[in-house]
Protein backbone atom coordinates (compact mmCIF):
# COMPACT_ATOMS: atom_id res chain seq x y z
CA UNK A 1 0.00 0.00 0.00
CA UNK A 2 1.50 3.39 -1.29
CA UNK A 3 -0.29 5.80 0.87
CA UNK A 4 1.55 8.58 -0.89
CA UNK A 5 0.62 7.74 -4.51
CA UNK A 6 -1.81 9.88 -6.15
CA UNK A 7 -0.74 13.22 -4.14
CA UNK A 8 0.58 13.88 -7.28
CA UNK A 9 3.64 16.73 -7.54
CA UNK A 10 4.17 19.35 -5.01
CA UNK A 11 2.30 22.98 -6.02
CA UNK A 12 4.60 25.82 -6.52
CA UNK A 13 4.37 28.56 -4.04
CA UNK A 14 2.25 31.18 -4.55
CA UNK A 15 3.99 33.53 -1.82
CA UNK A 16 7.52 34.96 -2.21
CA UNK A 17 10.12 34.27 -0.25
CA UNK A 18 10.34 37.40 1.34
CA UNK A 19 6.89 37.11 2.40
CA UNK A 20 7.78 34.57 5.52
CA UNK A 21 5.16 34.10 7.11
CA UNK A 22 2.69 33.92 4.62
CA UNK A 23 5.37 31.62 2.45
CA UNK A 24 6.28 29.18 5.71
CA UNK A 25 2.52 29.22 6.43
CA UNK A 26 1.77 27.67 2.78
CA UNK A 27 4.71 25.69 2.23
CA UNK A 28 3.25 23.71 5.59
CA UNK A 29 0.33 23.11 4.48
CA UNK A 30 1.42 21.64 1.07
CA UNK A 31 3.65 19.48 2.78
CA UNK A 32 1.54 18.51 5.75
CA UNK A 33 -0.67 15.68 4.09
CA UNK A 34 2.24 14.18 2.90
CA UNK A 35 3.81 13.93 6.33
CA UNK A 36 0.26 12.82 7.60
CA UNK A 37 1.00 9.76 4.64
CA UNK A 38 4.50 9.03 5.74
CA UNK A 39 3.76 8.61 9.17
CA UNK A 40 0.83 6.34 8.24
CA UNK A 41 3.13 4.65 5.83
CA UNK A 42 5.69 4.59 8.58
CA UNK A 43 2.99 3.23 11.45
CA UNK A 44 1.60 0.63 8.94
CA UNK A 45 4.97 -0.84 8.31
CA UNK A 46 5.51 -1.14 12.50
CA UNK A 47 7.33 1.91 13.44
CA UNK A 48 6.05 3.64 16.38
CA UNK A 49 4.14 6.88 15.03
CA UNK A 50 5.97 9.42 17.56
CA UNK A 51 9.68 7.34 16.80
CA UNK A 52 8.96 8.03 13.37
CA UNK A 53 8.38 12.14 13.80
CA UNK A 54 10.92 12.12 16.25
CA UNK A 55 13.34 10.59 13.49
CA UNK A 56 11.73 13.08 10.94
CA UNK A 57 12.33 16.05 12.64
CA UNK A 58 15.95 14.84 13.73
CA UNK A 59 16.70 14.36 9.66
CA UNK A 60 15.20 17.48 9.21
CA UNK A 61 17.45 19.15 11.36
CA UNK A 62 20.24 17.79 9.50
CA UNK A 63 18.89 19.03 6.59
CA UNK A 64 19.01 22.45 8.12
CA UNK A 65 22.33 22.44 9.67
CA UNK A 66 23.69 21.43 6.15
CA UNK A 67 22.13 23.97 4.32
CA UNK A 68 23.61 26.66 6.86
CA UNK A 69 27.24 24.82 6.94
CA UNK A 70 26.68 25.35 2.96
CA UNK A 71 26.12 28.64 2.34
Do not use: I
Not at 8 to 27: I, M, N, Q, R, V
Not at 44 to 49: D, I, L, M, P, T
Not at 60 to 70: D, E, F, I, K, N
Amino acid sequence: MDAMAGLGPLPAPTHEAKEFLAYEKECRSVLQPRLAGLLDMAEAAGWNRRTAASALMFLAAQQVSAATAGG
